[in-house]
Every structure is written in structure tokens, then in C-alpha cells.
């Protein structure tokens, strides 16, 4: 069996067009605001991704960038004004930061209507009620929207998701349920892994760690995700899975790199659109 590769960089690329042509109709531009706290190399890294993208889709990109040693205080008056900027429409506090922040603490003083990555509690519970219109976290959504890209449906698939993030796991399963997909959510304290992996149609692995789904765990002609991204020993990028016997089981799979990642950012682009359209009202 020879697996279709699911191109999330082509995919990315076609959302950033189809954002562009749409930004001709807006009467002004819109703006995503990035916060970068620190001097950590892969934040900065991809934090120009983000700007790059930015750019390509006619996006506006403004980034604020704060030295490690950063008060908490200070952060939080800098997310507090950006909240109240009416020329901000979408914020992005990029993680993680230096220790002596408290990550959940900043995530939640975005205002949920430009809570563009979709982690404020507002955005994930109306995720989990199955509110379409939601702002969902971008990983999660970007798994649907390539399936959707690739012709895969999920309706009355069985689904099973490795991880159990509130990033990834859980809005994923929120999403995949509204779509009509039977889940089920993997974790460290899943009792027979393999057999689960084995129940999958569609199998998202979202670990964190390499090699916790065998390959011989999946069953041959299942749809499969890798959302994990590891720098190995040698500098080159790997997902969770073990790409090379996986795909030769599976019917369709994503890279790592060029599955995911670009998906994410492609999400965060549309959230942004539709942060900036409904808050200004907007069309286009």
C-alpha cells in the first residue's frame, strides 16, 4: 500500500491566497499582534514564520518583542492595552515563556474575541458545545480543514485521538464529534493503546513523545495524523509517529515536517480574518 501524503504546506499556501484575494474587498487593514517574551531561538523562529505568513495573506503583523526578564506586571499592561486597541484584531502571546510567567494566567486576560489561538476557556467551551462560529485552537482545526482539503470525510468514522492536550486532544475531539466522527481519546493511563489504535479509520497521535503508536498497531488503509514535531540527534525534523513503515499501512498520512505545522499557521491567518470581520462587522 502506497499512502497518499497529506501536503500541508500546499494546503497553507492555498489558504494564504484565498485570504488575500478576500483582503481586497476589506475596507482597512487587519492586524494580528504578536507577543514574543524572551530571546528563546525556535519562539523566534517561529514567530517570523508567522510574520512571513502574515504577509503572503494581507494580514498586517505587528510583534512586540520583550526582553526574558519581562515583569509580569508589564505583560500584563501591554496584553491589556492591545485588548482595548481597536486596531488590534487578533493577539498572540507566543509560548512558552520564561518561567516566572504564568502561562495560563496571560492566555486568559486576551479578550476572547481576539483570542486568535483559541485557548481562552470562553472559545474552548464553545468548541466543546459545538459552536461553529467559535474561535478553535488552531492545531485542532487545521487537522479537519486538511482532511476536508484532501476529500477525507470524517461522518460516522471511527476516530481515535493519542493525547489528551487542551491544545490539541481535547478541542480535537470536540471538533472531530461535531463533524459526526465516533472518538475516542488515548492518554498515558489507556489500559490496551494497541487495541484502540487498532479500532482507528482515522488516527490522530498528538503524544508528544516518539514511538508510542507501533506501526503494526495500525490497521492497513486507517487515515493518519502526526501532529508531534521532535528535532532528532541529526537536526532533522520528525512527527511522533515512525513515518516510513506507518505510511506503508495507511492509506493517507501527513509529513513532519510539511503536515501540520503549516496548517496551524494557516488557521491562526483565518482566525484572524474571522476575529477582525465579526468584531468590525465587516464582510468578505
Not at 499512502?3 to 487587519?30: F, K, N, Q, S, V
Not at 483570542?115 to 487545521?142: I, K, M, S
Amino acid at each position: 500500500m502506497s499512502a497518499a501524503i497529506l501536503d500541508g504546506t500546499a494546503a497553507a499556501a492555498a489558504i494564504r491566497e484565498e485570504l488575500a484575494a478576500r483582503a481586497a474587498a476589506w475596507p482597512g487593514p487587519l492586524t494580528l499582534a504578536v507577543v514574543l517574551v524572551g530571546d528563546d531561538p525556535a519562539s523566534a523562529v517561529y514567530v517570523r514564520n508567522k510574520e512571513k505568513a502574515c504577509k503572503k495573506a494581507g494580514i498586517r503583523s505587528v510583534a512586540h518583542r520583550l526582553p526574558a526578564d519581562t515583569p509580569e506586571a508589564d505583560l500584563r499592561t501591554l496584553v491589556a492595552s492591545l485588548n482595548a486597541d481597536p486596531e488590534v484584531d487578533g493577539i498572540l502571546v507566543q509560548l512558552p515563556l520564561p518561567r516566572h510567567l504564568p502561562e495560563r494566567e496571560i492566555l486568559d486576560l486576551i479578550v476572547p474575541e481576539k483570542d486568535v489561538d483559541g485557548f481562552h476557556p470562553v472559545n474552548q467551551g464553545r468548541v466543546l458545545l459545538g459552536d461553529r462560529a467559535a474561535l478553535a485552537p488552531c492545531t485542532p482545526a487545521g487537522v479537519l480543514e486538511l482532511l476536508r482539503r484532501n476529500d477525507i470525510p470524517v461522518t460516522g468514522k471511527r476516530a481515535v485521538i493519542v493525547g489528551r492536550s487542551s491544545i490539541v486532544g481535547r478541542p480535537l475531539a470536540a471538533l472531530l464529534i461535531a463533524a459526526d466522527a465516533t472518538v475516542t481519546v488515548c492518554h498515558t493511563k489507556t489500559r490496551d493503546l494497541a487495541a484502540e489504535v487498532a479500532r482507528a479509520e482515522v488516527l490522530v497521535v498528538a503524544a508528544g513523545r516518539r514511538h508510542v503508536v507501533k506501526p503494526e498497531w495500525i490497521t492497513p488503509g486507517a487515515v493518519v495524523v502526526d501532529v508531534g514535531i521532535h528535532r532528532l540527534d541529526d537536526g532533522t525534523l520528525a512527527g511522533d509517529l515512525d513515518f516510513a513503515p506507518t505510511a506503508e499501512r495507511a492509506s493517507a498520512i501527513t509529513p513532519v515536517p510539511g503536515g501540520i505545522g503549516p496548517m496551524t499557521i494557516a488557521m491562526l491567518l483565518t482566525n484572524t480574518v474571522r476575529a477582525g470581520l465579526a468584531r468590525r462587522g465587516w464582510t468578505g
